[in-house]
């Protein structure tokens, strides 16, 4: 069991928890995860320009060690 769980916002209704220790993380259910989708497939959500290989740069010298901390 982790001593400090990360709190985290639900993307889709906003509600605060732990939601990566549910099966449905970072969403904190089924249905916003639904939600979520659907928006994607009916592009209300949509990368707004193709990725460039500048916007990795920052990540270029990262170990496996550091992807989980947060910049």
Known sequence: MMANAREVRCPTCK???DW???????FCSK???LVDLGKWLGEEN????PLRPDHFKDFENL?????????
Request: aromatic share 8%; with cysteine.
């Open 46 to 49: 949509k990368i707004s320009e």
């Open 20 to 26: 990566f220790a549910t099966p449905f993380g970072p």
């Open 31 to 33: 249905r916003c995860r």
């Open 63 to 71: 170990n496996e060690e550091d992807m989980d901390k947060p910049k």
């Open 15 to 17: 509600k605060a928890g």
